[in-house]
């Protein structure tokens, strides 16, 4: 994970690595810090804590007119060596304090690595992978003819995957980076240029950039950016225009970035379905897709592999396709598949969904099922990802805009759109369904923008209803087929945003042993949809609530029986039970938002997590 920054130009330097770090704050928040040339001088100012705990630092700190050279590069951390702490923060000296590095990845081998600077007579001040790069650098650089040479040295010793950025105090004028496996995108300017983790940030200052691959070294300075292979021989590559992504820091009125995304979702849902799904009548119109139609036809089985919120898009998902294309299809946790034997053949799809597009346990994962002969399909929200690197062919961009909060509600719900338009997409291909019942899903997907601003609206009342329960220590979410992922997702949010403790579980299964937990201090949230499922929800919900729990509900207007059994009910408009995640999500976003924010904490910036996890 981490952020990683650096600009070379005429601007004041602190303040443009500011700003690159506040956009890059969504890939960790437990330390930051930058490392600028002063005088004759490279300094470091790095700071336990969030980005505005380094502007503070670096408010008392004056720079003097004449030792200003606009060169520096930035960082923004999530702890994996070393606890978070300043002298663990990045940047990084060598001993003699000439280089400073920055880093995004981890270093596999840092520990024999170590051992043999180690025995070499260097001394280390962290626990940081870090500090090794930056110590080989410094070694390499006895016996090497110049800095590009210890620079490709140095990164064939290391086995990791990296991202790099390098200052050098004898050459106040350049920044050095390097990438494997990690983001990093050069931005050319006029007379300035940059580099960061990601595009998007760099569309906050420039309309080019280029995207470096693997192994790949790029020397960038005021006026020029050398590119190089590890053979240090000069390689070329265009720029290309970024898509520009205008005041991504901007709450629009909101409190947090998380109210303001939530409630974005009906525009999100219109917006693809402008594009994918025009009218009901029409097939779904995916311009990245060119599956054939024989290799759908012919499919044994479809696999997705996803992490957190986009794995429980993917359950919905498996519903969704085996209920109308009856394709077998299994969905499995990233990191899970990488330990797992499970069979695939050239006749298999793997979907990998992926908001980040850089999620290191779903590339890995995508990789392997790939390398069995499986065909891959990304459903990403980042077309510059490595996901959609990946999966170029068979893309869908589940388009929803930037998600600056760190807990996915918005792209949840594009996730969710995409998957349901592929299944329809596949079913059309392979004429699987009946046309009837795909006209009339259509038809109920292009009625959700309203059905979802609908929902929306009703945010205050949901608030009013759910604080009564924020001091509660414990929460079950329960829910079947279509409306178990849902409360998955839920117990998810709950504990990343609030920290209380919560499980999501399948309903009939509560009786098989987690029953046992419920008191009258732990609610029972129930999804109780009309439709196939709901006459066994009530039954499991009555079960629960023969144990005391405080009962809650997710039901539709006018659902009497719910209003006689629950405490408290969530209502949302009606809807069809195989459209309803769209729907049953949405108060139960809220809840988590509502009940995180009533108990004081910090939203957007959950503890512990960071919103790109970069490392398996
Ligand atoms: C939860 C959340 C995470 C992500 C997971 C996968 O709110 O955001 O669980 O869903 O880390 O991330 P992506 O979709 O970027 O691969």
Redesign the pocket.
Known sequence: MCGIIGYVGDKEIVPVLLKGLHCLEYRGYDSAGIAIHEGYNLNIIKSIGKISKLEEVLKGKKRKESDRNNCGIGHTRWATHGEPSDINAHPHFDTDEKIAVVHNGIIRNYQEVKEKLISLGIKFKTQTDTEVIVQLISQNMKDSRSVLKAISKTITELDGSYAIAVLFKNEPDKIYAVRKEAPLVIGIGIGENYIASDSTTLSQFVDKVIRLKDNEITIISKNGVELYNLQEEKIKKESQIVAKTKDILDKKGFKHYLAKEINEQAEVVSNLLKDFLPNSKDPIQFNYLKLDPSFLKNLDRILIL??????HAGLVAKHVLETLTSIPTEVQFASEYLSSNAVLTNKSLVIG???????AD?LAAVKKAVSKGAKLLGVTNRADSEIANLAKDHLILSKAGVEVS???TK??MAQLLSLYLLAIYIAESTNQANKTTLTNLKQALRELPQLIDQTLLRAESYQEQIVQYADKPDFVFIGRGIGYPIALEAA??LK?LSYIHASGYASGEMKHGPIAVLDPNVPVVSICIPGENYDRVIQNSLEAKSRSAPMIAVAVDGDKKADSIFNTVLHIPQIAEIVSPFLTVIPLQFLSYYIAEHLGRDVDQPRNLA???TVE
């Open positions: 996803a992490c957190g919120t986009a794995y969904i992926s908001q980040s597009g850089e999620t779903t760190v807990a996915a792209t949840f998810l949010k990343e919103k790109s996890v």
